[in-house]
């Protein structure tokens, strides 16, 4: 089965920028989205089709998809993005999640 | 606005059938390129795709659980109905129900809240 793979965990300071990858074979054939957990709440959608943005999503949340590879790119990272990360994609008409990233700003 | 909300047992013993309901609002599941989807997170662990149901009664399914899993949908009240067979205790998580469009390509834009089952017996 298809896989996406996630670091478990990435630290940030705050107003630095943080960058969470996620990989799969061919990832830069299908698009992928990347949605924000906090603790206790349900996931919300950050970005899809690998670069979008949905309304009421700040400006410094992006995306990038080259290769194996998409990456979501969070600048000038604040206290409030503390949170689990998830992308997400198709495959085989499943949808597949990846493992999360735990994004800590200290 | 667009609303969802699971609702189901909170407790399930092993071997039973679970049967969650999820109840929307804001959108209509015979609109094209309308779906809506399961998934669920055990405690501390990743979210883990369950199954999907389109406006036009296409159904997918999770391959390593298919053989559990009956995704149906009512129009009439807004519902969509997912049956999970043979519970384990590793089956206790959170159980989403969530929207998408084929407008997105990839995605569920709106959640619900969740709800806990607990598998125990």
């Known amino acids: 089965s298809y896989e996406l793979t996630q670091p478990p965990s990435v630290s940030v300071s705050p107003g630095q920028t943080a960058s969470i990858t996620c990989s799969g074979d061919?990832?830069?054939?299908?698009?992928v989205c990347w949605y924000q957990q906090k603790p206790g709440q349900s996931p919300v959608l950050v970005i899809y089709?690998?670069?979008k943005r949905p309304s009421g999503i700040p400006e410094r949340f992006s995306g990038s998809n080259s290769g194996n590879t998409v990456t979501l790119t969070i600048s000038g990272t604040q206290a409030m993005d503390e949170a689990d990360y998830y992308c997400?994609?198709?495959?085989?008409?499943?949808?597949?999640f990846g493992g999360g990233t735990k994004l800590t700003v200290l | 606005q667009i609303t969802l909300k699971e609702s189901g047992p909170t407790l399930v013993k092993p071997t039973q059938t679970l049967t969650l309901t999820c109840t929307f609002s804001?959108?209509?599941?015979?609109?094209?390129?309308?779906?809506v989807g399961w998934i669920r997170q055990p405690p501390g662990k990743a979210l883990e795709w369950l199954a999907l149901?389109?406006?036009?009664?296409?159904?997918r399914y999770s391959p390593s659980l298919k053989s559990r899993l009956t995704i149906t949908k009512d129009t009439s009240k807004n519902q969509v109905v997912l049956t999970m067979t043979d519970m384990d205790p590793v089956d206790t998580a959170t159980y989403y129900c969530?929207?998408?469009?084929?407008?997105?390509?990839?995605?569920?834009?709106?959640w619900g809240q969740g709800t806990l089952v607990t598998v125990s017996s």
């Open positions: 061919k990832l830069g054939d299908k698009y």
């Open positions: 804001g959108f209509s599941l015979t609109t094209t390129g309308v779906g």
């Open positions: 089709q690998d670069t």
């Open positions: 969530a929207h998408r469009t084929s407008a997105l390509v990839v995605g569920f834009d709106y």
């Open positions: 149901i389109y406006w036009d009664d296409d159904k």
């Open positions: 997400q994609a198709w495959d085989s008409n499943s949808v597949v």
